[in-house]
């Protein structure tokens, strides 16, 4: 890790708390149409939509567009699939529902990590994440990015490796001076046979009271932390 | 400017002293070297190839490259144009000076400015200079950017359309809710024909002492202010 120079950051689930975050907007909007659908089925469902959609445009199936047209997308699929008529729906409230991703609340640790890390390295999103989804996302939780990097510059999604390697390219850095944080294993896994530094943080609660996956680290990643703040002491930030 | 969400900055100039800074780098260069080259003719005759190298690309003769691939190339010909053996330097010593871009001081009045400007705005560079060269200044001067827009993303150098358009889209925001910041009138023009809103900052001393360009508004713009502190006031942050 002494030559790592950027920090790039898987951000749902890794830096912010989605599934709270979209489970409170899917609250007050279902609240306002006297709607009782079970707030967290619609969020899991929602993202459950995310990697069918992107798996699209891995495949050739259809060109790259940005991850804020997806969640259009797949919150149309969502709400009917559930039976919610969107049609009595005004455009700005869909839209500024499908928004919700921008106001994603981080974990308690995040913004005091980033603070630190920020000192020493460069900090930024590899996140699959557009531009402008990330920058209004920062401005809501205070998120101290220095570079925007990930699926938009590069016009890959994770784990393609574009995603990466286009990273390091965007800062100028050989592959083997970027590390990636991240909460799962198999965004990890893509990243190092990359040739980048890996970063493990558990995040057992991403995914709710009953998740099963990534509570634990699935290879000798090169650091694994309990958290941001942790990351920063171990990187002596 | 109600409707403004995106504050773009032109950066060379309007938010750093490029040449104070690069002549500071070229006066520890050829100290090194025993050279007695006049440091001032040298940044500016650097300087001096900044829009003719840009000129082949937006012209169509060369595909975009990164300013700093640029920079590298002009530094090399402005060299041997005075007299100086660039065969002697090892490529680490070159690519340093060259890189002495990424290290320019602000103006007094742009940290205090920006991080208030912050508090309301997404504040980027819509530059041409690139990603990386951005990001290192930044971390350098502490600019405290939310996004670099601008050249690489866009894949076009100002005064071309697409540079401003194009960071525009990369927000996410119409034209109309984007402004331009800018000591230099010609780029304010160019924006606006394209639907930016437009701030004129004057830098009186950019060019040194017997400056005699953009050292007054030549257009309405929408806003003028002294420096970026009293452009913070003037927007209320």
Request: with cysteine; hydrophobic share 40%; glycine share 8%.
């Amino acid at each position: 890790m002494l030559k790592v120079r950027f920090l790039g950051f898987d951000v749902f689930g890794t830096v912010v708390d989605w599934r709270t975050s979209i489970t409170r907007e899917l609250d007050a909007f279902l609240r306002r149409h006297g709607s009782n659908l079970d707030r967290e089925t619609l969020a899991d469902a929602w993202r459950g939509l995310y990697q069918p959609s992107m798996e699209r445009i891995r495949s050739g199936q259809r060109p790259w567009v940005r991850l804020s047209v997806l969640h259009e997308e797949t919150l149309d699929i969502v709400l009917k699939q559930h039976g919610f008529d969107t049609s009595r729906l005004s455009r700005e409230e869909f839209r500024n529902l499908s928004r919700g991703w921008e106001r994603l609340d981080p974990w308690p640790d995040s913004v005091e990590g980033l603070q630190r890390l920020k000192k020493r390295f460069v900090i930024g999103p590899i996140s699959n994440g557009n531009v402008s989804l990330m920058v209004w996302m920062a401005k809501f939780g205070r998120l101290p990015w220095d570079v925007i990097a990930g699926a938009e510059p590069t016009q890959a999604y994770k784990p393609q490796p574009q995603a990466y390697l286009g990273s390091a390219a965007l800062l100028d850095l050989p592959p083997g001076e970027v590390a990636l944080v991240a909460a799962h294993n198999d965004d990890l896994a893509a990243a190092r046979s990359c040739g980048l530094k890996t970063v493990f943080i558990p995040r057992p609660r991403e995914h709710g009271p009953n998740q099963r996956i990534d509570l634990a680290p699935e290879q000798d990643w090169d650091v694994v932390a309990d958290n941001l703040i942790a990351l920063a002491e171990r990187l002596g930030c």
